[in-house]
């Protein structure tokens, strides 16, 4: 780690995570979570180009909160949930985003149909609703 440059405090959270679930060692915890060492090493060191220091993907970020069971919101915000926040502590995956997003477009969609549907259904219950207003009307 650079100790000229201060680490993001995103990357801070993640060496910590580091230094308390594997003691620092940064390949048993790359290995643990399915990731490589040298993908969690970069976060520690700034990039000698701009001496910024890269940015976790979603994917390494999901991949901690699943692999060492904490919260995405505690890795990207540092904020720590209660217990009684359950839905805020259970680690999502990228894939489980990704079918959240895809399920409200499809019931967004099936909305839209049901709407449109039912302006017909109204329609139609109005144009035989003066059917028989008619048909009453001329008896």
Known sequence: ????????????RIHRLVLEKTGGNVSKFASHIGSSPQKIQRLFSPDPRNKK??????????????????????IVNGINTSETDLINTIPIGVDAIEFLLEEMKRKDVLN????????????????LTDML??????K
């Open 53 to 74: 220091y890269p940015e976790p993907s979603l994917e390494v970020v999901s991949a901690i909160a699943q692999g060492y069971n904490v919260s995405i919101d505690y």
């Open 133 to 138: 207003l008619e048909y009453y009307k001329n």
């Open 112 to 127: 839209k149909e049901y709407r449109k549907t039912n302006e017909e259904l109204r329609k139609r219950i109005d144009q």
């Open 1 to 12: 780690m650079d100790k000229n440059v201060e680490l993001p405090p995103i990357n801070e």
